[in-house]
């Protein structure tokens, strides 16, 4: 049955993609308002067929430390739901910083191209950093909340990585708090797995970690801190220790 819903789930994805990366081309030319929210109808379809083909459910608690103002989002990476889920079940429009190779891949890249995110040169170095905090700041100006994965690629649940400094590093030369996320997203959407499990994704927003007058190593501290703590409260049976090192 696994097997079958997964099958059933990767030929939705198909047959879907493709005619709405071409919509994606015949609405460029309106406000990039309308763009979004014509173009995260794909994410929208594809977290609705997750539940309904691979009977993935989700609830989010913490929704209350959302604040009503800018700010950047740093999140745990685990999984490629989570890419679908915060374009459509955030209040405000989110604009991911990411590679821009991205924007060549066929079809999903064309939609994502179109919504005016951070795309950056990795092989820029430091000028690719100085851009991300340039486009950042306009992006915040905006509206929108910058969404960085401090992790830097999806880590397996239960595996640490250590934080990169770039999102804490955004949020304290913009001067805006930080927004910590936590899931577990990956206990049912593996990394790079075909086969999907049901279950309940919980994503957990923490309290806002403020930036002003703090160094960059502080924030990012409290933003591992929090997230990785949240991990152990979500699924603490991927943080247990041998009997050996509890002893």
């Given at each position: 049955m696994l097997y079958l819903r997964a099958f059933l789930f990767q030929l939705f994805l198909i047959i879907t993609?493709?005619?709405?990366?071409?919509?994606?081309?015949?609405w460029a030319p309106l406000p990039l308002r309308w763009r979004y929210k014509l173009?995260?109808?794909?994410?929208?379809?594809?977290?609705?067929?997750?539940?309904?083909?691979l009977g993935i459910r989700?609830?989010?608690?913490?929704?209350?430390?959302?604040?009503?103002g800018p700010a950047v989002i740093l999140s745990k990476h685990q999984s490629t739901w989570e890419t679908f889920?915060?374009?459509?079940?955030?209040?405000?429009?989110?604009?991911?910083v990411y590679k821009k190779e991205l924007n060549r891949i066929p079809f999903f890249g064309w939609g994502?191209?179109?919504?005016?995110?951070i795309p950056i040169d990795r092989s820029k170095g430091r000028d690719a950093f100085e851009q991300v905090v340039?486009?950042?700041?306009?992006?915040?100006?905006?509206?929108?909340?910058?969404?960085?994965?401090?992790?830097?690629?999806?880590?397996?649940?239960?595996?640490?990585?250590?934080?990169?400094?770039?999102?804490?590093?955004?949020?304290?030369?913009?001067?805006v708090p930080v927004i910590p996320i936590a899931h577990n997203a990956g206990e049912y959407w593996p990394k790079g797995k075909f086969l999907k499990k049901p279950g309940l994704i919980t994503v957990s927003i923490g309290p806002l970690i403020p930036t002003a007058g703090r160094t960059v190593n502080e924030v990012n501290q409290d933003v591992e801190h929090w997230i990785e703590?949240?991990?152990?409260?979500?699924?603490p049976e991927r943080y247990e220790l041998p009997t050996s090192q509890a002893r």
């Open positions: 993609v493709i005619p709405y990366a071409f919509a994606c081309i015949l173009t995260t109808g794909w994410p929208r379809m594809v977290i609705w067929a997750a539940k309904v083909i989700w609830q989010i608690i913490g929704k209350e430390h959302l604040p009503d889920f915060f374009t459509i079940h955030l209040p405000r429009d989110v604009c991911f994502l191209a179109l919504l005016n995110m340039t486009t950042g700041q306009l992006r915040l100006n905006e509206g929108r909340w910058p969404l960085l994965f401090p992790e830097g690629t999806r880590v397996p649940p239960g595996k640490r990585v250590r934080y990169k400094h770039g999102g804490a590093a955004l949020a304290t030369q913009c001067q703590s949240e991990m152990q409260r979500l699924n």
